[in-house]
C-alpha cells in the first residue's frame, strides 16, 4: 500500500495499520490517534487539529463510517483506520474493561465506550491519544485504564467546542428538537454560572447552577461538583462541575472544570503566594 502523509491514507486491516504506526515510531516520530465514529462535527475537527500541533505527530484517525469525510484530507490527516465492530471483534465482544461507578452516567455504558476505545489503542499502536474533554468521565476512564493497565501511551484532553450560545457541540446536542433548544442552552448557562461563584464555595456552586435549571424548569438527572478525578470535591482547588438531563428522549450531558475556593478573579493571585 502506498502511504503520503497528510492525505488520509485508508487503512482497513489492523496489521497494515500497526506496522504503519511502528514504524513511524521507531523513527521518533510520535503517532496520535483521534478515535471517533460514525459522525464528524466541529468538535471531532478540534481534536484532528490538536493531534496536529503535536510537533512531528503522524496522525491516525479510526473511523467507523462508510464514507470517508473530505474533511480529514482538508485538515492533513495522515491516516484512517477504517474499523467495524465485526472486524475488531470477529468472534464477538467476550471480554469488556469495566470501570468504576462514579454513579453518573450508566457505568455499562462508559465501558461500552472504553472497552472500544482500549481496543482502537492496542490496534493501532499509539504513543498518544486526543480526546474531548466534552464526556469528562469516559475520558478519565480511559486516562484510569491506560494508567492502570501500563499501556505506555499519553492521554491527552481537549476542551469542549461550543455553539456561539453555549451549547457543546455533539452528536446528541444535535438531535435535540428546535422546541427544546432553549432548555438545552441551560444546561451551559447553569454550568457558567456556578463556575463564576467558584470562590464562594461548594454549597453556592451548587445552588447557583440549579436555580439557572429551575428558573428555565429543566430537572437535572444529576448536578455534581467533584474533584478532577470525580472523586470528593476539594474545599480549594481545581474541580468539575458535571450535569446531565433528558429532553425530548435525548440525554444531555455537560461540564466545566472551576478553581473551587479560589475563583478565575484571584487565579493569578493565588498562584503567585
Not at 497494515?16 to 521507531?26: G, Y
Not at 486516562?143 to 467546542?161: C, K, M, Y
Not at 464562594?200 to 440549579?210: E, F, I, M, S
Not at 440525554?251 to 498562584?271: C, H, M, S, Y
Request: proline fraction near 4%; glycine fraction near 10%.
Amino acid at each position: 500500500m502506498t502511504f503520503t502523509p497528510g492525505q488520509a491514507t485508508v487503512f482497513e486491516d489492523a496489521g497494515q495499520i500497526a506496522v504503519l504506526s511502528r514504524a513511524m515510531r521507531k523513527v521518533g516520530r510520535p503517532v496520535v490517534l483521534v478515535p471517533l465514529g460514525r459522525g464528524l462535527h466541529a468538535g471531532h475537527i478540534a481534536l484532528i487539529r490538536a493531534a496536529r500541533r503535536i510537533r512531528g505527530a503522524v496522525v491516525v484517525v479510526a473511523w467507523a463510517g462508510e464514507e470517508l469525510p473530505e474533511a480529514f484530507a482538508a485538515e492533513s490527516v495522515d491516516a484512517v483506520y477504517r474499523y467495524s465492530q465485526d472486524a475488531l471483534w470477529p468472534r464477538g465482544l467476550r471480554t469488556m474493561v469495566w470501570p468504576v461507578d462514579l454513579d453518573l452516567e450508566p457505568v455499562a455504558e462508559t465501558a461500552g465506550r472504553l472497552t472500544l476505545a482500549l481496543t482502537l489503542i492496542n490496534a493501532v499502536g499509539p504513543s498518544d491519544v486526543v480526546c474531548g474533554e466534552k464526556d469528562y468521565e469516559q475520558l478519565l476512564a480511559l486516562q484510569h485504564a491506560v494508567t492502570d493497565l501500563h499501556l505506555g501511551v499519553r492521554v491527552l484532553g481537549v476542551p469542549t467546542v461550543r455553539m456561539p450560545d453555549g451549547l457543546a457541540v455533539s452528536l446528541r446536542n444535535a438531535r435535540v428538537a428546535e422546541a427544546d433548544r432553549e432548555k438545552a442552552v441551560t444546561l451551559s448557562a447553569a454550568l457558567t454560572a456556578g463556575a463564576h461563584v467558584a470562590e464562594h464555595g461548594a454549597d453556592v456552586v451548587l445552588a447557583t447552577a440549579r436555580g439557572v435549571l429551575d428558573a428555565a424548569g429543566v430537572a437535572s438527572d444529576y448536578l455534581e461538583l467533584r474533584g478532577i478525578d470525580l472523586g470528593d470535591a476539594p474545599e480549594k482547588g481545581d474541580a468539575r462541575l458535571l450535569i446531565a438531563v433528558e429532553l425530548g428522549g435525548v440525554r444531555l450531558t455537560d461540564n466545566v472544570g472551576l478553581p473551587l475556593g479560589i475563583g478565575f478573579k484571584n487565579i493569578e493571585a493565588e498562584q503567585q503566594d
